[in-house]
T-cell receptor, first 113, second 115 residues
Framework: RKEVEQDPGPFNVPEGATVAFNCTYSNSASQSFFWYRQDCRKEPKLLMS???SGNEDGRFTAQLNRASQYISLLIRDSKLSDSATYLCVVNRNRGSTLGRLYFGRGTQLTVWP | DGGITQSPKYLFRKEGQNVTLSCEQN?????MYWYRQDPGQGLRLIYYSQIVNDFQKGDIAEGYSVSREKKESFPLTVTSAQKNPTAFYLC??????????????FGDGTRLSIL
């Protein structure tokens, strides 16, 4: 089973729509969680960290459910510039050694005018 | 300004040739990473390094080698043993240490193709 699973999409939504992406992770020892954004043929860029209590950054809201091992990203009032691939990322330490990130394959979003 | 610099942006490899991809960071980060991304695929970890003179294999290390002689630098060599090297290679760094909540920051990548 993969460490991180995401619906690959694509999601095609009109400007102004609200869209939600989901992600599940397989290892309950996972300790920190992120959403990255990747534009076509570019490097991934950190969108936001995901905290246990849920967190919001402008139009973006991230939620974490540790019991269900589930992470979500909600985008409100979609803009054309939100078109990108959204990567769900999980970090898991191994004892005293530095952990590593596990990346989902990404969910593709296209916002149309 | 601080960041991660990868070079070259595009690289072509001949059959049987080793090539080296450069990654330099001035963020004073302890940890550095190399990933490979194929079209429509997620990132796969090749090698990572927590501190100078130390590195570990990731999930797909075969056909690759690295060194970490300086904190700022983590070059990746794609050897002739890597039979399918065409991909987008991404270098990343993070603060490392004991804190778990450390995101990684990426360079803008190197696209490697076979001639």
């Amino acid at each position: 089973r993969k460490e991180v699973e995401q619906d690959p999409g694509p999601f095609n939504v009109p400007e102004g729509a609200t869209v939600a992406f989901n992600c599940t992770y397989s290892n309950s020892a996972s300790q920190s969680f992120f959403w990255y954004r990747q534009d076509c043929r570019k490097e991934p860029k950190l969108l936001m960290s995901v905290y246990s209590s849920g967190n919001e950054d402008g139009r973006f809201t991230a939620q974490l459910n540790r019991a269900s091992q589930y992470i979500s990203l909600l985008i409100r009032d979609s803009k054309l510039s939100d078109s990108a691939t959204y990567l769900c990322v999980v970090n898991r330490n191994r004892g005293s050694t530095l952990g590593r990130l596990y990346f989902g394959r990404g969910t593709q979003l296209t916002v149309w005018p | 300004d601080g960041g991660i610099t990868q070079s070259p942006k595009y690289l072509f490899r001949k059959e049987g040739q080793n090539v080296t991809l450069s990654c330099e960071q001035n963020l004073n980060h302890d940890a550095m990473y190399w990933y490979r991304q194929d079209p429509g695929q997620g990132l796969r970890l090749i090698y990572y390094s927590q501190i100078v003179n130390d590195f570990q294999k990731g999930d797909i290390a075969e056909g690759y080698s690295v060194s970490r002689e300086k904190k700022e630098s983590f070059p990746l060599t794609v050897t002739s043993a890597q039979k399918n090297p065409t991909a987008f290679y991404l270098c990343a760094s993070s603060m490392g240490g004991s804190s778990v909540n450390q995101p990684q920051h990426f360079g803008d990548g190197t696209r490697l193709s076979i001639l």
